[in-house]
């Protein structure tokens, strides 16, 4: 059986485990109810995340909300090498994000609080 958020003897940290593939795809659905997030990147190669809607601009100019493509080096994209780990706990991060990896190896694990 399939466990949701909505299951309230969750203890927090929630934890997410994935893949990361070399096509910038899903790694982590979001949490309606997290106040932070951390991101691990417990793979053997670098890999890059990016919120799933973002609002790209050329020179200043955006012109609105697409789906966010992680690109490594990318614009709007936080990259970890492996082993670095980046934490969310000023505001809620409750959004799903995308990701991709430098090359085959890539994993992300995601704890939310």
Do not use: E, H
């Amino acid at each position: 059986m399939a466990t949701t958020l909505t299951d309230t003897t969750l203890g927090t940290p929630l934890g997410w485990g994935t893949t990361v593939g070399t096509v910038s795809g899903p790694v982590w659905p979001g949490n309606a109810s997290a106040n932070g997030a951390i991101f691990i990147n417990n793979g053997s190669v670098q890999i890059a995340f990016c919120p799933a809607q973002v609002n790209m601009g050329v020179l200043g100019v955006y012109g609105g909300f697409a789906t966010g493509v992680a690109v490594i080096g990318g614009a709007g994209c936080k990259n970890l090498n492996p082993g670095d780990v980046f934490i969310i706990d000023t505001l809620q991060c409750r959004g799903a994000f995308n990701g991709i990896a430098a090359a085959p190896g890539g994993q992300l694990t995601v704890w939310s609080f």
